[in-house]
């Protein structure tokens, strides 16, 4: 058999390249396509079907059309065949490739002539990532006994813990602000409590670990606290942590808060409605939702008197298992930190 023109190497330009991941995007490639005639003249077609985009090991798209040319050549020779083109990434296809570890994104084209096929690759990263800006994506806040809002004896010591995803590398930069009884429930950056510069660094989605100094226990009454950042474009609202300071003695009044929904082991989602009656001289409410029969509260929210009614966060519902019960209730504070109102426990489902 005579053997017909082979194609000895695949290459793309550029082979690493960096995606801008917030909305649709594109890539403009070339793939340079070698072969080689070994014996007699011909004109054989080169061609490639698609390209493939692959994140760690799976194709989860195609991309692009057929590229196709024709090549002539005389025995001995060789050429170097050039495709050019514009791959549309779609706003869906950014969020996974700004999702997954770094490496593990690579767009492939396969070219075959009559005989032979070769293989190239292209290593993508997201725009925010290898090469680019430090980028923060995502801020977890609890304190340091895993709960989400939390009520304190005075004098007691409490730290608050900030978990973050990132990515690339820099110097992140960041601020641990508080809001203390003393100012206003409306007040919107409160006073700084710790300012935090540390180094991270990441090829891809990173993750660190801040811990705050110890919280100000000293004044009875509610404290808002958060963990302000820069380079946070992908957050749209950062996470608050409420907690309330209390005197030493915590002890629960009888069940005298009246509770107006959910009923008693009623299925609880972001729609849900918390509502109840209100305890004169209560300066705010705090709702925790505790492991059945156990006083461990797992989540909760803490707001000011001027509201009877709220719903759960996507952030709160996050640290409820699904298809688990747990244990609800609802206590009232006044302007000096005490508990002067309760309501009996109930049940909900997270579905």
Same mark, same amino acid.
């Given at each position: ?9 695949? @290459?793309?330009? &550029? ?46 798209? @195609? ?172 957050? @749209? ?24 929904? &959910? ?80 309501? &009996? ?7």
């Amino acid at each position: 058999m005579i053997a017909e023109a082979n194609v000895t190497s695949v @290459t793309v330009t &550029p082979q690493r390249a960096n995606l801008n991941v917030k909305g649709a995007s594109s890539l403009s490639l070339t793939w340079n396509v070698t072969r080689l005639e070994p014996t007699a003249p011909a004109t054989v077609p080169v061609s490639s079907t698609n390209a493939v985009l692959q994140i760690n090991g799976t194709n989860v798209a @195609t991309l692009g059309g057929t590229l196709l040319r024709q090549s002539t050549l005389n025995p001995a020779q060789s050429e170097t065949l050039r495709f050019s083109e514009v791959l549309s990434i779609s706003a869906s296809l950014a969020r996974k490739i700004a999702e997954a570890p770094a490496g593990s994104v690579l767009i492939s084209r396969t070219f075959t002539d009559t005989q032979t096929t070769g293989l190239a690759r292209l290593s993508v990263f997201s725009g925010t990532g290898q090469g680019g800006a430090l980028s923060i994506n995502r801020i977890d806040l609890r304190f340091d006994n895993n709960a989400r809002t939390d009520v304190i004896a005075k004098g007691d010591t409490r730290r608050a813990i900030a978990e973050i995803n990132f990515r690339s590398s820099g110097l992140l930069k960041g601020e641990w602000r508080i809001i203390d009884p003393t100012a206003s429930l409306g007040s919107a950056r409160g006073r700084i409590l710790q300012v935090v510069r540390q180094q991270v660094v990441s090829s891809g989605q990173g993750r660190t670990r801040i811990v705050s100094p110890a919280l100000p226990t000293t004044k009875n009454g509610l404290y808002l606290l958060t963990f302000s950042v820069e380079n946070a474009d992908g957050i @749209t609202e950062l996470p608050v942590l409420r907690y309330f300071v209390l005197e030493t003695s915590t002890k629960r009044p009888a069940d005298n808060l009246t509770t107006l929904s &959910p009923g008693n082991g009623a299925r609880v989602n972001q729609e849900t409605v918390f509502a109840w009656e209100n305890v004169p001289g209560a300066l705010a409410y705090q709702i925790e939702i505790l492991t059945p029969g156990h006083d461990v509260v797992v989540s909760g929210k803490v707001v000011s008197a001027q509201d009877l009614k709220l719903k759960l966060s996507a952030f709160s519902l996050d640290n409820l298992n699904s298809g688990e019960s747990y244990d609800w209730r609802l206590r009232a504070f006044d302007k000096s930190g005490r508990v002067i109102g309760s309501s &009996p426990r109930q049940l909900l489902y997270m579905p």
